[in-house]
């Protein structure tokens, strides 16, 4: 195999991973269209997107099993796996580009809506961020995004943030959320036939840098004060949206 080509691949499954470890979401958003420039087939690269993200999250979760909040972790993975199947039939049904276009606009008016709301200190009204059913939509978009596409971070984060979670439980919650859910999408791929021995090489390659660009990652996420982390968040928020727009034009 090409030492160029396994290089760059581990290249950008450092930039992906290192948005994970930093953000809480992000890589496959980041480093699928980086791969799609890559001599890459497709099915290897979502698998590979697949694995390094689940990697990531055990990484993230050992550290921080004791802030997960419990009841919302169980109602937003019920949902989920009723989503994951949905997922599927987008894949069949739906092009690819349409779901794309319509998540890269919510992306953006989401990330705008957060910065004004936390520049003038708006808030929702309680009984929407309280309620106990709120979970279970966000769940099942993330099971649906999941299986299709390998975004099964974005609903979960905006699930976070729509309710103001305290930071710490908000990057523990969604870590966990995203190592149940990943789990039953990487064992969805290696029962569909995705995984090869070129994803293993490329994999093993890319453990050392995974395990740097967490070390990274949660080094810069415990430097930045609370109020500054949140902004940065809705501005990658707002910057994902433009690159899945961008990725489709």
């Given at each position: 195999m090409d030492f160029t080509l396994i290089t760059l691949v581990v290249l950008v499954v450092f930039l992906g991973s290192l948005t994970r470890s930093t953000f809480g979401f992000g890589d496959s958003v980041v480093?699928?269209?980086?791969?799609?420039?890559?001599?890459?087939?497709?099915?290897?690269?979502?698998s590979l997107i697949g694995l390094t993200?689940?990697?990531?999250?055990?990484?993230?979760?050992?550290?921080?099993?004791?802030?997960?909040?419990?009841?919302?972790l169980l109602l937003l993975l019920s949902s989920t796996m009723i989503?994951?199947?949905?997922?599927?039939?987008?894949?069949?049904?739906?092009?690819?580009?349409?779901v794309t276009q319509i998540l890269g606009v919510f992306l953006i008016i989401y990330g705008i809506y957060?910065?004004?709301?936390?520049?003038?200190?708006?808030?929702?009204p309680e009984r929407w961020k309280g309620s106990q059913l709120l979970?279970?939509?966000?769940?099942?978009?993330?099971?649906?995004?999941?299986s299709a596409y390998n975004m099964n971070g974005i609903p979960i984060v905006v699930y976070g943030t729509?309710?103001?979670?305290?930071?710490?439980?908000?990057?523990?919650?969604l870590q966990s959320h995203f190592i149940v859910s990943s789990l039953f999408i990487v064992l969805g791929q290696a029962l569909g036939g995705l995984w090869t021995r070129d994803l293993f090489v490329f994999y093993l390659a890319s453990l050392p840098v995974i395990y740097l660009a967490h070390r990274i990652g949660k080094s810069i996420r415990l430097r930045i004060p609370i109020h500054r982390f949140e902004k940065l968040l809705y501005l990658f928020i707002l910057l994902l949206g433009i690159i899945l727009l961008l990725s489709v034009a």
């Open positions: 480093s699928m269209p980086l791969l799609a420039l890559l001599p890459l087939p497709i099915n290897t690269a979502i993200g689940f990697s990531v999250g055990l990484m993230a979760i050992f550290s921080a099993w004791k802030y997960i909040d419990k009841r919302i989503g994951i199947p949905i997922g599927l039939y987008l894949v069949i049904e739906v092009p690819q580009e349409n957060s910065l004004i709301k936390q520049r003038y200190h708006l808030e929702l979970p279970l939509p966000f769940g099942l978009l993330s099971g649906a995004l999941g729509f309710r103001d979670l305290e930071m710490k439980t908000f990057h523990s919650t």
